[in-house]
Each structure stands twice: as structure tokens, then as C-alpha cells.
């Protein structure tokens, strides 16, 4: 079992810790408000989300459509011998601006919505759930998947893996809605038992071929984009699946699965690695297995012991974890007290530091840790904090006017100089006015609001130095250059 | 005082000597802590290391959306290519003729005289088991060397980098595109990307003038010593301690010491990329196009020397469902004059030997051309591979036209052959290793 952090060690450390893991970062008026309220009473407001906090207005667009007109359309366009590739391009064209608005929508929930632990959980079962627009092809199921991830996020795990197995976006990326009784697909089985729930060496081929007859029947109904069952679809014969045997369902195999020691292993492990630490020693995934059995597999009360626990503030957890690109971009945007960068923009800085949402690699989801960083995405970080910090003034001529049709959603050139419009940040809400010809003391307060992890004083008087060598009085843009160079440092990606 | 590692081979001179251009300081102990694990990494015979005069280059060229392998090279006596092809077959009059039965698109002119001159082996009929239709889902099996039924999350030169370089330079994988390749994907990601060098770089907030900005001085020190310098953050953070000892793989460092090597790498990658670029112009001229820039760029990174094996470009827009004639004919002749210009400029490089290029696609298409003068996804496609020390020929067997697994093409040759051989023979690595078993070699090297 985790044991309890003692009330002494609450501190401000603790407490930026816990609001970067359990949150998406804060500022230092947070962090000290937190510290205040005490471990019990942060820990709660992170994990008791009011109920409503899950239903959260969906995008403008995003509501069913009748997919089967569309498609059947396309083809009497095809057989009248019209030009229907057009028409395919505009649904596409849609389907890119649609993408582009959804994360945009995400990212908003992430830095201002009310619930940053729901936000995270919700990042979490997307990466755990991995599915990909690029085989989905429909904006709106990867808002329902995502909508059904948030709504039972903190809720039970064997019900939110019953309503991932009915959710179309996952039915259709797994090929689930194919399976029928002759030709059973084993796709989701076999990912449903590697990746979802009790991990590889697990469970038999036998298993796999088993329970993938459990699954026929499952459909989506294309004229109303939901869910359907197909009893006739169904394979009602005797099924023999972990020991069990009779005319099993879906929802069986689930419950079975579920009840297996890996799977509160399997979970216990992918929670730690998420929340704490890249690579969490044997004992402690047994202690959060236990624990996720002792709830049951419900994950609010799992997430309440994990966020008060003394292994959480180890020093082995704090300031180990190399921030996710997503991560990456709300945590900035809180530190720097600056709006989120533009749609566009995000996205592409998503693509380029390797983890674009909703579109993951594969359905293994991310690696992250060591693997978000290559020179390639490093420099890249780099030089988009640049572009966070002063705009889209410093971005090359060639950025900021790409070629005519550089990529799917982005080849209106003229659009995109605008898409990616950003004002420069205002330092006067980092730095007191009083301290602007202070050097030393504009570089502990920056520090303090940048760094997880307080540098060696050496390193804060190099760039003290540098804040000196600009002359006494540094102007806004001195300053943003200084902010640029902190967040250029190996240090920063750290969180 | 820590003593210097002894300089033993060649490479670790460069590495060493490169570090000495860079740093215009006394060694701070991390990156002398830093050192000590990459010579371990050195002593490993299992490193594969060049030094960018020798030792060979492997250029693999990527035709993604699925090329119509059929009308790259073209079974043009085979009666039913042309009735499967009312619109888009290609005339016997037109064809490059290789032997009686198939023939090269009209546009590869360049590419047939190199196949006369003996340097390209067209491999035919090349695919896998269970072809996937989907770009997505093909792309991704092409990329990572997995069957077709298994999701592998690292790419097959990835694991190459892991298995076979571990301490290598980081520019041993350069891809050029915004976008790394899935098949660079690793345990330990190394390699780099850019579309050109002059992005490669850190950009400084205050415009450059010429000359290196103070603040771009600063940064340089910054993710040099990576401040860490006397201990006070490595105490404070939490693997610490773990990086202090020297470890044998990239992966035994500290989070915060592997971001250090990592942002030391990067910028050592990018001073020299950007050395190399400014001084080496091609002076063989390359005709416009994205394909002719990529190559461009690696023919003047092999030229300056950058200790690379692995390259990667490629050429988009082959999904051509519809009107595919005009557009295919495009994408030919561009291949064909990027290449050409390639060719040409490394034979005057006197690299030509060293450089073998593969090209693939995720999939070939449909024999049957659709209702709208396009071709459909297909499966199974030749792949070309050239270079100067490349044994010409017909390699696997073009498929039958009509014996066809849901209108598409059977295939006869596994792409991991390709690759295993490329592997083994060309790069000198276990290909088993990479590829996770041994797939029957090919006589093309």
C-alpha cells in the first residue's frame, strides 16, 4: 500500500508538484494558495469534481450527422459521372478545419477549464485508448470518444473500458463494427487484452479467438453516428474465455478481464509511469495495484491516494518527468500568463514535437518520456518558446508564408499568416514593476515561476550576467529575451 | 583534476575535437561525466560508426500514397495490362524496354540508362502477407517492418540506430521533411530532421546581424555546460545520482543528463550541418521540385562529410484515384530528373560507389483502372535500388496479371527481404536483429 505524505512535508515544492502532475502547472499565486490550503484540501479539489464539470458544451460543429446520405450522395455523384473527388475534398477539407477547432477546444479546456484533473485523466484514456483521426475520418467521433472519456474518467475502469467497446470512433479504428459471426475480427480482442486491460503474456490466442466472438453484433449506425446492436450479427454459441464458459458477451469478457491480478498491475504501472515516474520500481506498481483493487477500479478515490501519498513526492517523482508536447504547451501558457498559442499553430507544434491529440502513432498510444525528445523536437522546443514569448514577429519568412498547399487544411496561404497571428507576452504581469532594474531579483522571481527544479546559484547569476550586460534599465524585449533563454535549457523540460 | 579519456579511434577524435571547437571553457564535470559514457559507448563493437569519408550510405526515398507500380515498370507484353488499362496504359511503342516483357515509364530515362550502365536492380512484385489497403495502417507496416497482423512502435531504422549505433553521432539518421519518420522511431531516439539546414539551428530573439548574439552566446554556454556544472541541480533532481556513473547505453543516464547530451547533441549536429551546408554547393544543377531539393541537400551533406548511414526523403502525391495519367507521368519525370541530378552530382563527387538508394511505396494499385481514369489502393510493387556498387538486373518475378487477390497484385518478395539485404550486405548490420528474424537475401548487392 502507498503510505500517507505527513502533513509537515506540505510545502511550496510539494505543492507546484502536484499542481504540474495533477494539473497542467500554475502560477506562483497558485502554488502558494495551494501550499496554504494544505495536502487534504488540494488533493480534494483536484479529485471531487463536481458532477457537471464533465458535461461540457461540445464544439459548435460537432453533432451527428447522416453519414450514409453523404456517402451514398458521393456515389450518385460517382455513377452520374461528376467530378466527386470535389466533393470528397470538401468533406475533408472539413473534416481538417473541424480537427484543428476540436483541439483547439482541448487545449482550451486544459488551461482554462475547471477541472484540470478531469482534463488530465481524459489525456490519460486517450493515450491508453489510443485512437487515430487518420483511420476515423469523422471529427465528430473523436469528440464523442473524447466526451465519453471525460464523463468516466474518474469513474469505475471495467465501465468505462464496456462503454469504450461500444464507442464508434474505437469500434471503426479497431474494425470492431466489421466483426460478425463467420468472420469474428480479432483486432479489438486482441488489443482489448495486450494494451487495454491485463498487457501481453497475459492470455492465450485461444483467448483472443474467443472472446472475439463475444464482441459480433456490435455496430454503428451510420445514419445517426451511434452505436448499435445487431442481435442477429451475434454469435450466441457456447464460448470458453479464462476459465469460464457458456454464451458469454461482450460485457462478460470485460468483467472477466478486469478481475484478473494484471489488470490493477497493468493499470497500477501506466498510472505511475503517467503521473509520477517514467520508470516506477516493482514495489511501488504492487502498492498501486493494491490500491486499485481496494477501490475496486474506481479511479477517483485510486487518483485521491496516489496524490496524497509520500512515494508521490519522492524525490525520485519530483522534477523527474520530461514534459509532454501537450503538457508542454498548456503548462507554458499558464506559466508565461499568456493565452494559448493559436489554433493552427498548436497543432503544428503538436505535429512537431510528436504528439498531435487525436491522432496518436498508433494504437499503442505514446511512449513519451525519453522519446519525446530527439535534437530535432529539442530545437524545436526551443524555438517555439521563442515564438510563445515573442510572436509570430521572430518566425521566418518561410514560416510565416509557407507554400501554396503545404499540407491538408492549412493551403490557403492567405488565411494562414493569420492563423498563427501571436502577440508578443506582456512581461509586466511576470515582473513587478519594482524590480526592473533589479538583475538578480527579476532572475530569482522568473526562476521561481519557470523552473520545477531551482537552479544552482551559478547558473542564475550567468544569467543575472546576461540581464546586466543589456545595461541598467532593461527594456520589455531585454526581459523576453531573457525569459527565452531560461525556457532554452534542458532544465525547463523538465517538469 | 579528471583525467582524459584516451583517443583510440578516429571517431573519437572527431567527437572529442568537435567538443573542443565548440567549448571555449574549461570541461565542467558533467560533460566530463557525459564523456566517460559515451566512450563505454565506443569500446562497443557493435557501434557502427563512419566518419563521413568512408563507409557506406544508405539514401531510402519514400513515394508515398501508392505509386501504380504498373506504370513505373510496365509488363508492357502482357495483354491484360492493356485490357485492365484502356486509358492508362502505356503504349509498347513508348516504353523504355528492360527485356521482351517489361519495360520502365516513359519519363525514367534517367533511370533506364543507369539500369544499361548496370547500376539499378528493379526488385518486382514486392509486398507482404495479408496486405493492408489503408494508407495509414501500410504506411506504418512499411515503416516499422511488422507483419501485417502486429503493431510495433519503434521503426526498422530506428532499431537499427538502437542496435547498431548506440554512441554514434547524432546525425547518423537525417531525415529531411518537417516530420520524422516513423521509421526513425526508437528506444533511444537519435537522428535528425529538417527540410532545410538553415532551420536546423536555435534562433535567438534579437535578429542575427552577422555575427553570434550575446544572447546566442549565452544559449550556446547554456546547453553546453548545461549549467548543471557543479553539482547543484544534478543533487537536486532526482536520477541524480544514477548519471554520475558512467553507463553503458544512452538510456542508463539521468533524465536531466540525457536532455543535456541531447541539447549538446543538437547543437553540435547543427553547427555542423550548417557548416557543411554553406560551404558545399553542388555545382551539378538539380531542377525545381521538393524531391530535387531533398536530394540536394544529402548530396551536399555526403559531400561535406556528415558521418551519416541512413538519409531519408520523399516525394508525396501518388493517390491518384482519378486523372491519374498526367499526374503519374509528373511524379515520373521528377523522380527521374531529381535522381538523375543526384546521381550526377555524386559521381562527380566521387561518392557514387558509396551511396546506395531504395525507394518504396506503402502499397502499389489496383490493376483494374477505376471509372474515373484513376487507379484504386492496391498491394503488391517493384522497388528500385541503385548506386554505384548496385548488381543490375530483374530481381523476384513481376506477378501475374490475372491470377489477383481481390483485383490486386500477389507479391513474391517480402519488403523485409529488401530491407534484410540492404541491411546485412549494404550497412553491415545483423539484419535479424532488426528486422526480429531472418528474411531470404537478395542478390542486388
Not at chain 1, 263 to 279: P, S
Not at chain 2, 220 to 236: I, M, P, W
Request: aromatic share 10%; with cysteine; proline share 6%.
Amino acid at each position: 500500500m502507498l503510505t500517507p505524505l505527513d502533513k509537515s512535508k506540505w510545502n511550496e515544492a510539494n505543492a507546484a508538484h502536484l499542481l504540474n502532475r495533477a494539473g497542467f502547472g500554475a502560477t506562483p499565486v497558485e502554488i502558494e494558495r495551494a501550499r496554504q490550503n494544505g495536502l487534504a484540501a488540494t488533493v480534494r479539489d483536484f479529485v471531487e469534481v463536481k458532477a457537471d464539470a464533465a458535461s461540457v458544451p461540445p464544439p459548435a460543429w460537432a453533432h451527428p450527422r447522416n453519414i450514409r446520405a453523404q456517402r451514398m450522395e458521393i456515389k450518385a455523384a460517382k455513377d452520374r459521372g461528376e467530378n466527386f473527388r470535389t466533393k470528397i475534398r470538401d468533406v475533408r477539407m472539413m473534416e481538417g478545419d473541424e480537427m484543428i477547432d476540436l483541439r483547439r477546444w482541448w487545449l482550451d479546456r486544459m488551461l482554462n477549464g475547471p477541472a484540470p484533473l478531469l482534463e488530465k485523466m481524459t489525456l490519460f484514456w486517450h493515450g491508453h485508448f489510443a485512437t487515430s483521426i487518420q483511420k476515423v475520418r469523422d471529427a465528430y467521433w473523436m469528440w464523442l470518444q473524447n466526451d465519453t472519456l471525460r464523463r468516466n474518467a474518474l469513474g469505475n475502469f471495467s465501465g468505462l473500458v464496456k462503454k469504450i467497446s461500444r464507442d464508434p470512433a474505437m469500434m471503426i479504428y479497431l474494425d470492431l463494427q466489421q466483426s460478425r459471426q463467420e468472420h469474428p475480427n480479432e483486432n479489438w480482442a486482441r488489443e482489448l487484452m495486450e494494451l487495454f486491460t491485463v498487457g501481453i503474456g497475459n492470455y492465450t490466442e485461444q483467448d483472443i479467438r474467443e472472446s472475439a466472438r463475444a464482441f459480433t453484433g456490435y455496430r454503428i449506425d451510420f445514419t445517426t453516428q451511434q452505436f448499435r446492436f445487431a442481435p442477429f450479427q451475434q454469435d450466441h454459441g457456447q464460448k470458453k474465455f479464462m476459465g469460464r464458459t457458456g454464451n458469454l458477451s461482450g460485457d462478460d469478457i470485460i468483467d472477466t478481464l478486469v478481475s484478473r491480478p494484471a489488470c490493477a498491475q497493468f493499470i497500477g504501472r501506466k498510472l505511475w509511469r503517467f503521473f509520477a515516474d517514467d520508470d516506477p520500481p516493482a514495489p511501488i506498481v504492487d502498492s498501486v495495484a493494491a490500491t486499485i483493487r481496494k477501490h475496486n477500479f474506481e479511479i477517483r478515490p485510486v487518483l485521491r491516494d496516489i496524490f496524497s501519498s509520500a512515494e508521490f513526492y519522492s524525490d525520485r517523482a519530483r522534477g523527474s518527468q520530461i514534459k509532454s508536447p501537450v503538457q508542454y504547451i498548456v503548462q507554458t501558457s499558464k506559466m508565461l500568463d499568456a493565452p494559448a498559442p493559436p489554433p493552427l499553430a498548436a497543432q503544428n507544434a503538436m505535429r512537431q514535437m510528436g504528439q498531435i491529440l487525436f491522432a496518436p502513432p498508433n494504437v499503442k498510444g505514446w511512449d513519451g518520456g525519453k522519446q519525446w525528445i530527439s535534437t530535432s523536437t529539442l530545437l524545436f522546443r526551443y524555438n517555439f518558446a521563442n515564438y510563445l514569448i515573442n510572436g509570430d514577429a521572430i518566425l521566418p519568412a518561410n514560416v510565416r508564408q509557407p507554400r501554396q498547399g503545404a499540407d491538408v487544411g492549412f493551403g490557403r496561404a492567405a488565411q494562414y499568416a493569420e492563423q498563427i497571428k501571436r502577440e508578443p507576452i506582456d512581461v509586466a504581469k511576470l515582473i513587478p514593476a519594482d524590480l526592473r532594474t533589479k538583475p538578480r531579483e527579476i532572475v530569482g522571481v522568473l526562476a521561481k515561476r519557470l523552473f520545477q527544479t531551482a537552479p544552482a546559484q551559478k547558473e542564475l547569476d550567468v544569467f543575472a550576467e546576461f540581464l546586466e550586460s543589456r545595461g541598467p534599465d532593461p527594456t520589455d524585449a531585454n526581459l523576453r529575451e531573457l525569459i527565452h533563454l531560461m525556457m532554452s535549457t534542458p532544465q525547463f523540460q523538465l517538469a | 583534476m579528471k583525467t582524459k579519456p584516451t583517443l583510440q579511434t578516429r571517431r573519437k577524435f572527431l567527437r572529442t575535437s568537435m567538443l573542443g571547437a565548440a567549448a571555449t571553457w574549461t570541461l565542467p564535470v558533467f560533460l566530463e561525466k557525459t564523456f566517460f559514457a559515451l566512450d563505454a559507448l565506443a569500446a562497443d563493437a557493435a557501434t557502427q560508426a563512419v566518419t563521413g569519408k568512408d563507409g557506406t550510405v544508405l539514401v531510402v526515398l519514400q513515394m508515398a500514397g501508392g505509386n501504380d507500380g504498373l506504370n513505373m515498370v510496365v509488363p508492357y507484353a502482357d495483354d491484360a495490362y492493356h485490357v485492365a488499362r484502356p486509358r492508362l496504359r502505356l503504349a509498347s511503342e513508348q516504353v523504355l524496354k528492360v527485356d521482351h516483357h517489361i519495360a520502365l515509364n516513359p519519363k525514367l530515362t534517367g533511370v533506364k540508362s543507369l539500369y544499361d550502365e548496370g547500376h539499378v536492380a528493379i526488385v518486382q512484385g514486392v509486398g507482404y502477407p495479408n496486405p493492408n489497403r489503408s494508407h495509414f495502417r501500410s504506411t506504418e507496416i512499411w515503416q516499422t517492418a511488422s507483419d501485417a497482423d502486429r503493431t510495433l512502435n519503434e521503426g526498422w531504422l530506428g532499431r537499427y540506430f538502437d542496435n547498431c549505433c548506440s554512441g554514434a553521432d547524432p546525425t547518423v539518421g537525417v531525415a529531411i521533411g518537417e516530420e520524422t519518420p516513423q521509421a526513425f522511431a526508437a528506444k533511444n531516439p537519435t537522428g535528425v530532421t529538417f527540410s532545410r539546414p538553415e532551420q536546423f539551428r536555435f534562433r535567438p530573439s534579437e535578429p542575427g546581424n552577422g555575427q553570434m548574439s550575446a544572447e546566442e552566446i549565452l544559449f550556446r554556454q547554456l546547453n553546453e555546460t548545461g549549467g548543471g556544472d557543479d553539482g547543484g541541480t544534478a543533487a537536486s533532481n532526482a536520477g541524480g545520482s544514477i548519471g554520475a556513473i558512467p553507463g553503458k547505453t544512452k538510456s542508463d543516464l539521468s533524465t536531466l543528463d540525457f536532455l543535456q547530451r541531447t541539447a549538446l547533441d543538437a547543437q553540435l549536429s547543427s553547427d555542423k550541418i550548417l557548416a557543411i551546408a554553406r560551404k558545399y554547393k553542388s555545382t551539378v544543377p538539380y531542377p525545381q521540385g521538393q524531391l530535387a531539393a531533398s536530394l540536394n541537400v544529402i548530396a551536399r551533406m555526403i559531400a561535406g562529410g556528415l558521418p551519416t548511414r541512413v538519409y531519408y526523403a520523399s516525394q508525396g502525391g501518388f493517390d491518384t484515384h482519378a486523372g491519374q495519367i498526367n499526374t503519374h507521368d509528373r511524379l515520373m519525370g521528377e523522380f527521374n530528373d531529381a535522381v538523375n541530378a543526384f546521381v550526377a552530382d555524386l559521381k562527380q563527387q566521387g561518392n557514387f560507389e558509396r551511396v546506395l538508394v531504395m525507394t518504396f511505396s506503402e502499397f502499389g494499385r489496383r490493376v483494374q483502372e477505376n471509372a474515373n481514369g484513376g487507379t484504386d489502393h492496391g498491394a503488391a510493387a517493384p522497388m528500385f535500388v541503385f548506386g554505384g556498387a548496385v548488381k543490375a538486373g530483374l530481381f523476384g518475378k513481376y506477378p501475374s496479371l490475372t491470377d489477383l487477390d481481390r483485383g490486386d497484385l500477389k507479391f513474391n518478395t517480402d519488403f523485409r527481404s529488401v530491407y534484410g539485404t540492404v541491411l546485412d550486405k549494404w550497412l553491415k548490420a545483423p539484419s535479424q536483429t532488426v528486422l526480429g528474424r531472418k528474411f531470404p537475401a537478395l542478390g542486388i548487392v
